[in-house]
């Protein structure tokens, strides 16, 4: 699956857009600890204590923040899916 | 400079007889009003809310906050409070910079302005005095050309130039205050009012002063537990490491555009696609940044400076590639040229105009020439060169600019077409889609400025940057949300922090710091009642203004036109479901304040 990377997360990343090879039907949740092993600097940032995908991440699957999805961190993601990942971001 | 007595020296300038009084804000006034914004509007009824905005009648407030200048963090904000010639309803602005703070360390604590000069006057303010002067050298020219000459008169050091220009000058309704070339009293059209009344700039000399008369111990806890919630790494304020401090307001574009909450074509869109991606945070910090300016007091240092390195604009240097313009010159108007939004913001500078109000003019005025209304030349999608030159003629009122100057409500009504003008009370909405982003939407319909989205910034929580969260797309429960977040704003903007403290800091560090610079009791309760007492008392003064009931409105388009890009797609705003829980927590009668609500707050 496609990810990209926005703002602070992706001068972590080095790069705006990375290949991720997830099983098919992985959750969002297993991609959070994906993130978290090829990217250690980033593993606090997106997964939390209890291993659940951390508040300081969103990530976003056709536009919407799994958060509000039905199944937050357990929706199931295929290997075609693009998902953006943001650190908190507003402005004004 | 004494946080105390806060009130005690404002200043009123009389410019048609020529006259300057310095006198206290009545104490009454400045307990329930608290400073800044709520004191302003205060002020702002004195002269009738019948005021015809551009009549020397009209009061224009330049008004601090007992926290202004002083050494908290975020507190060099100070506010500009008028009847607006743009909606005909009171308005407040805010700039940024030092402009506040000086004007405090030189001993004042507000400028009430009335009347007309006969000639051009800017106000002289140093040492607890102020003074009119002859301005005529320096009418007409641009707020560049205008800074420049106070500098070379009176020096660099310690030195805020406020000034309007050529857009004020001609009574273009959006036109705005810069001081320090680039920080803006933006929204409302304020130097029109300054434009009508011949005052082209305030110029105030003064050097830092510290705060003498608070208990420093006090004083150090409470700001020191207030720059720990703005440094803290979780927030997005944090220095050097929060999205906020590092790639400014505009680390918004991207998240925006991926929910579907990025108008695009005159809102037409909810998206600008992979196109966003040129216009962005991240590409400016990558590319063109030079420099991450600050204001008063501030660790986040949000400002970003640019430098344009290719293309027509190379060479310009300028601040600040903000979200909101980068959006309205930008995605709004199907531009993904960032150096063009860069030479345009730089324009609104220096010809002193709101970029925001600018970008849905023209972003109007190309859905209008690609419908066939209009009988000019018209303006094509995303062709910058026509947009750069007819933001000059806007601001000079030249041709096809006349119309424009007007604003987009305005001349979409004389296009026969109001409906394509994004406007709500008249002014144009800012860089949220309420379709995608519905607390938002409420916001704006509810704000009593006009659209707005610094009234009540719900986005915090729809984005889920702060510890409340919720979703973007559920309209129910929003009502509540927004009235909370207007009183709390209404508070932090009448103290005068920046907004963006709201990201760090809540009623709770607000109240503590506000106790100790006064010197009295003030509890969080205390915080939420006074926001609550200036917002009604603003929507008092609109109510008398003539905006009655069915005045909070958005325009069709996020109402009726569904959304039919991704993360919003399907949506349109449900205005009248949120009003309908909006107006029985604000315990009003639709958007009109009852007596007994007034009676209670004690409004007036
Ligand atoms: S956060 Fe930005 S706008 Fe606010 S005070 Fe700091 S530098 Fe100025």
């Not at chain 2, 300038?13 to 400073?35: N, S, Y």
């Not at chain 2, 400028?111 to 005095?129: H, T």
């Not at chain 2, 604000?586 to 007994?596: F, I, L, Q, S």
Request: proline share 4%; with cysteine; glycine share 12%.
């Amino acid at each position: 699956m496609r990810v990209n990377f926005y703002a602070t997360l992706r001068t972590a990343v080095g790069q705006k857009t990375v290949e991720l090879s997830l099983p098919d039907g992985s959750s969002a949740q297993a991609l959070a600890h994906e993130i978290a092993r090829r990217w250690p600097a980033l593993a606090d940032r997106v997964v939390d204590a209890e291993g659940g995908i951390s508040r300081r991440v969103h990530f976003m699957l056709g536009g919407r923040n799994i958060r509000w999805l039905p199944e937050g961190a357990a929706t199931k993601l295929a290997a075609t899916d693009v998902i953006d990942v943001f650190p908190p971001t507003a402005g004004g | 400079m004494d946080l105390q007595s806060f009130g005690q020296s404002m200043a009123h300038v009389d410019l048609g007889a020529g006259d300057v009084e310095i006198r206290p804000a009545p104490d009454e006034w400045v307990r329930k009003f608290i400073g800044a914004r709520g004191l302003g509007v205060r002020y702002v009824l004195e002269a009738g809310p019948d005021v015809e905005a551009l009549s020397p009648e009209n009061l224009l407030c330049f008004v601090n906050g007992p926290l202004t200048g002083s050494e908290t963090s975020m507190s060099g904000r100070w506010a500009c409070v008028t009847k607006s010639p743009l909606t005909g309803t009171v308005t407040d602005s805010h700039q940024g910079g030092w402009a506040g703070a000086r004007l405090r360390w030189a001993g004042l604590d507000g400028i009430i302005v009335s009347g007309r000069a006969d000639s051009p006057v800017y106000l002289f303010v140093e040492d607890g005095k102020i003074e009119l002067r002859d301005a005529s050298e320096v009418w007409g020219k641009g707020i560049h050309e205008t800074v420049a000459f106070f500098q070379k008169r009176y020096g660099k050091k310690n030195l805020s130039v406020n000034a309007i220009g050529p857009a004020g000058e001609t009574l273009c309704r959006f036109a705005a205050w810069l001081n320090e070339d680039d920080r803006a009293f933006g929204r409302g059209g304020t130097a029109a009012v300054g434009g009508s009344k011949n005052l082209k700039a305030i110029v105030i000399r003064a050097g830092t002063q510290k705060s003498r008369d608070v208990d420093a111990d006090a004083w150090k806890k409470v700001r020191r537990q207030a720059l720990d919630r703005i440094r803290d790494e979780k927030n997005i304020t944090s220095p050097k490491k929060g999205g906020l401090s590092v790639y400014g307001t505009n680390v918004l574009m991207n998240v925006t555009n991926s929910i579907g909450a990025l108008g695009t074509r005159n809102s037409q869109l909810t998206s600008f696609g992979e196109r966003a991606e040129a216009i962005s945070g991240e590409y400016v910090e990558q590319n063109i940044l030079v420099g991450d300016p600050t204001c008063h007091a501030c660790p986040v240092a949000c400002k970003k400076e640019v430098e344009i390195k290719q293309g027509p604009w190379k060479g310009l240097h300028m601040e600040s590639v903000e979200y909101e313009p980068a959006w309205a010159l930008g995605a709004n108007c199907d531009n993904d040229d960032i150096a063009s939004v860069a030479k345009m913001i730089d324009q609104c500078n220096d010809l002193g105009m709101d970029p925001i109000e600018l970008g849905n003019a023209l972003s109007m005025y190309m859905e209008a020439s690609e419908k066939g209304w209009v009988e000019g030349n018209g303006l094509a999608w995303g062709d910058t060169l026509a947009m750069i030159a007819m933001t000059d003629a806007i601001a000079r009122r030249e041709g096809e600019g006349d119309l424009l100057a007007e604003g987009p409500a305005r001349a979409a009504e004389q296009l026969g077409h109001p409906e394509i003008a994004m406007a709500c009370k008249g002014q144009a909405v800012p860089a949220y889609d309420p379709r995608g982003l519905k607390g938002m939407g409420l916001g704006y319909a509810t704000s009593n400025r006009g659209a707005c989205h610094l009234r009540a910034y719900v986005a915090a929580a729809e984005l889920g940057v702060i510890d409340v969260e919720v979703d973007p797309l559920e309209w129910q429960g929003k009502g509540e949300l927004v009235k909370v977040f207007q009183d709390l704003h209404a508070f932090s903007d009448s103290l005068d922090l920046c907004k963006f403290s709201a990201f760090a800091e809540g009623a709770d560090e607000y109240a503590a710091q506000y106790a100790v610079a006064r010197g009295e009791p003030f509890t969080a309760d205390d915080v939420m009642l006074a926001g609550e007492r200036i917002y009604n008392l603003e929507r008092y003064y609109n109510n008398l203004a003539g905006f009655g009931e069915g005045s909070d409105t958005l325009p069709a388009r996020f109402t009726r036109e569904a959304s039919t890009q991704a993360g919003s797609k399907g949506h349109v705003s449900e205005l009248d479901q949120m009003l309908g829980e909006y107006y029985s927590v604000r315990g009003w009668k639709d958007a009109v304040v009852p007596e007994d609500k007034l009676r209670q707050l004690e409004i007036p």
